[in-house]
């Protein structure tokens, strides 16, 4: 797999014979300061991450000609790419989805960081909707209350993607796990409406909606899903951190009292099957 700054290949670990992917800059980048100090930091953060919904890593290089972080291996592709191509399987499976996005959130905030760029694109999710989360190269600290005031919890260029991007990692505000949560809010939308929150003509206004507009509740997108759920996600999206939930613990303790859909979505399997049957 490629992007445009990395490229990530399957390798084996000389030493352990275990399977890894190496994550390494493409060949334009690998003298850029910024992604190689992306790269360190993606270790320094997740290097002592031991839980079932974070994908590991390994260890870096970013002296070499070659720089690359090593990582655990996963054949699935990111949530992004599954939902482009098999819809309906993640609905089916959304349930699973949304607890292991969540979870794998929870250990990380848990651990003192804030992701800054969850989104599908960074959880990788197996044909039975199991998640891992990835990419922890613009991880900042949780601050505490004193160094809030003092303006700690901010990165230090404005950082994210922009269809995820909470209203105060736009302003660049100082950044707790509540602007994670915003962020898990868009991609719940995602998730079981098959749009983002937010669109815009330009940059500028996709920002500005973000800062400014109200999404629509999920539910008024996509029938099937109860009122409880989306009332959930509305409160994720509150332009002020003081309006979502506290934490994902919180989020993930409503869910056990609540469904995501009305009525369980089919599996693609089953579904020309359903719709012979109904005709």
């Known amino acids: 797999r490629s992007g445009s700054t990395c490229q990530i290949y399957e390798a084996i670990n000389d030493n352990t014979g275990q399977k890894v992917a190496l994550k390494t800059l493409v060949a334009e980048r690998r ?13 320094d953060v997740a290097k002592e991450f031991k ?6 890593v390994y260890e870096v290089d970013a002296k070499h000609s070659v720089p690359y972080l090593s990582i655990e291996f996963s054949p699935f592709q990111n949530l ?39 989104k599908p694109d960074n959880f990788l999710v197996d044909d039975e909707g199991h ?3 990835i990419d922890f190269a613009l991880a900042v600290k949780i601050p505490t209350k004193f160094a809030r005031i003092l303006g700690g919890g901010k990165s230090k260029t404005i950082a994210g993607t922009r269809s995820y ?6 302003r660049h505000k100082s950044l707790d796990n509540r602007s994670d949560i915003y962020s898990a809010g868009c991609l719940l939308t995602e998730l079981t409406t098959g749009k983002v929150p937010f669109t815009g003509d330009s940059p500028e ?11 629509p509740p999920i539910c008024s997108v996509n029938t099937n899903i109860t009122q409880d759920f989306s009332d959930l ?25 609540m469904r995501i859909y009305k009525a369980q979505p089919i599996h693609p399997s089953k579904m020309s099957s359903a719709e012979d049957a109904e005709f």
């Open 31 to 43: 003298k850029d300061k910024t992604e190689l100090k992306y790269l360190q930091h993606e270790f």
């Open 51 to 56: 839980s079932e919904f974070i994908n590991q």
């Open 80 to 118: 992004k790419q599954r939902l482009r191509g098999e819809y309906d399987l993640m609905n089916y499976h959304a349930s699973t989805v949304i607890n292991d996005v969540l979870e794998g959130l929870k250990f990380l905030h848990d651990q003192g960081w804030v992701h800054c760029d969850v």
């Open 131 to 133: 998640c891992k989360l």
């Open 165 to 170: 991007m909470s209203p105060e990692q736009i």
């Open 205 to 215: 206004n996709l920002l500005t909606r973000h800062l400014h507009m109200k999404a």
């Open 233 to 257: 996600v509305d409160e994720m999206l509150s332009k002020k951190p003081t309006g979502r939930p506290d934490s994902i613990a919180v989020i993930l303790g409503r869910l056990k009292s």
